[in-house]
T-cell receptor, first 110, second 114 residues
Framework: GQQVMQIPQYQHVQEGEDFTTYCNSS?????IQWYKQRPGGHPVFLIQ?????EVKKQKRLTFQFGEAKKNSSLHITATQTTDVGTYFC??????????FGDGTTLTVKP | SAVISQKPSRDICQRGTSLTIQCQVD?????MFWYRQQPGQSLTLIAT?????????ESGFVIDKFPISRPNLTFSTLTVSNMSPEDSSIYLC???????????FGPGTRLTVT
């Protein structure tokens, strides 16, 4: 079945440093979504990428979808303590179902 | 987007008993899902709750253990039957609206089985 892998599993940064998490799928995706889960909270939808090579920005967050539509990345510039949490990617195929990656847990040291 | 509520928010149950979790959405939605999340782990899809028909279960999950109902487009229940300590987890309801892939999650139900 479809597999979605995320790296790294954990990332510890000093406040102000950048952060990147990578997502790789075993199959070509129709789209990819990114979610953020704060400690003790539930996943919250951040963004969806659909087009090959697509790049989207949300303030300090930059999301990219690979040309082959099998990988994606989330980059945070100048991290803040409010960025802590686990970031999940979820890849969807044309069958309509999304498969979640294992997540990257970000901790930010003030 | 959608606003989703779940009941109960948490429960402690004895092994061998069953618990029914309710999921209520503030608007009609096309698809509803039930996930399980162990602490510090990813989300595992249990099943898709289909309105008016039997739920579609993922590999490793069966209807006898996790019966699901979806009587209308805004409500669903998940029952965890004959519980064992291995069922201790967070159970999350999620929905998709319209033809979009983004999912909106409920606050979750934290289940502890003793």
């Amino acid at each position: 079945g479809q597999q979605v892998m995320q790296i790294p599993q954990y990332q510890h940064v000093q406040e102000g440093e950048d952060f990147t998490t990578y997502c790789n799928s075993s199959t070509t995706l129709s789209n990819i979504q990114w979610y953020k889960q704060r400690p003790g909270g539930h996943p919250v939808f951040l963004i969806q990428l659909v087009k090959s090579g697509e790049v989207k920005k949300q303030k300090r967050l930059t999301f990219q979808f690979g040309e082959a539509k099998k990988n994606s990345s989330l980059h945070i510039t100048a991290t803040q303590t409010t960025d802590v949490g686990t970031y999940f990617c979820a890849g969807a195929t044309n069958a309509g179902k999304s498969t979640f990656g294992d997540g990257t847990t970000l901790t930010v040291k003030p | 987007s959608a606003v989703i509520s779940q009941k109960p928010s948490r429960d402690i149950c004895q092994r061998g008993t069953s618990l029914t979790i309710q999921c209520q959405v503030d608007s009609q939605v096309t698809m509803m899902f039930w996930y399980r999340q162990q602490p510090g782990q990813s989300l595992t899809l249990i099943a898709t709750a289909n309105q008016g028909s039997e739920a579609t279960y993922e590999s490793g999950f069966v209807i006898d253990k996790f019966p699901i109902s979806r009587p209308n487009l805004t409500f669903s229940t998940l029952t965890v039957s004959n519980m064992s300590p291995e069922d201790s987890s967070i159970y999350l309801c999620s929905v998709k609206t319209g033809g979009y892939y983004e999912q909106y999650f409920g606050p979750g139900t934290r289940l502890t089985v003793t």
